[in-house]
T-cell receptor, first 110, second 111 residues
Framework: NAGVTQTPKFQVLKTGQSMTLQCAQD?????MSWYRQDPGMGLRLIHY???????DQGEVPNGYNVSRSTTEDFPLRLLSAAPSQTSVYFC?????????FGPGTRLTVT | GIQVEQSPPDLILQEGANSTLRCNFS?????LQWFHQNPWGQLINLFY???GTKQNGRLSATTVATERYSLLYISSSQTTDSGVYFC?????????????FGQGTILTVHP
């Protein structure tokens, strides 16, 4: 199993640009989520999904959209990037009570 | 929402030393996990431990759910133990599956 994969690993955007962070898992987990990690802080939940077609907001959803058309994929879209969205983004899937994280995407917005 | 506090914020050890990291949480939880974030940023599951004690090699964890805290013990530390240790809790109920993370303990192990 590849586990949870994320692309790209690094990205630089200009303010106002849009982009999609990709996340995929091959473990057939129903639950997937996106977190962001800022310096000196723990991870904060952006959006999550309990299965294909079902998504909901986490703690910090503003400026981000998600969709879940398949069990495997859970992309995160930045609609109009802002410097405050400079962060490291982690995708995760969950089996029963254990969460498994991808390697992260480091995003810089200038 | 639930609050999660970890202590100490920073810990510096010599190789071979033992350490205890603490995680306090403000309300009852459905789930508690410990993670290690290595220097390359990868988050690695250490323990899923909503209550009781578990051991895995040099690491062990204890959660006392009734008193709302968890402890992570690292014995005979090695330089590869360096990184950030996070605890994260799942409150359950209407927040089921939504992990709330503590701010982490930064561990540095010197040779």
């Amino acid at each position: 199993n590849a586990g949870v994969t994320q692309t790209p690993k690094f990205q630089v955007l200009k303010t106002g640009q849009s982009m999609t962070l990709q996340c995929a898992q091959d473990m057939n987990h129903e639950y997937m989520s996106w977190y962001r990690q800022d310096p000196g802080m723990g991870l904060r939940l952006i959006h999550y999904s309990v299965g294909a077609g079902i998504t909901d907001q986490g703690e910090v959803p503003n400026g981000y959209n998600v969709s879940r058309s398949t069990t495997e994929d859970f992309p995160l879209r930045l609609l109009s990037a802002a410097p405050s969205q400079t962060s490291v983004y982690f995708c995760a899937s969950r089996y029963e009570y254990e969460q498994y994280f991808g390697p992260g995407t480091r995003l810089t917005v200038t | 929402g639930i609050q999660v506090e970890q202590s100490p914020p920073d810990l510096i050890l010599q190789e071979g030393a033992n350490s205890t990291l603490r995680c306090n949480f403000s309300d009852s939880v459905n789930n508690l996990q410990w993670f290690h974030q290595n220097p390359w940023g990868q988050l690695i599951n250490l323990f899923y431990i909503p209550s009781g004690t578990k051991q895995n090699g040099r690491l062990s964890a204890t959660t006392v759910a009734t008193e709302r805290y968890s402890l992570l013990y690292i014995s005979s530390s090695q330089t590869t133990d360096s990184g950030v240790y996070f605890c994260a809790v799942d409150p359950g109920g209407t927040s089921y599956g939504k992990l709330t993370f503590g701010q982490g303990t930064i561990l540095t192990v010197h040779p």
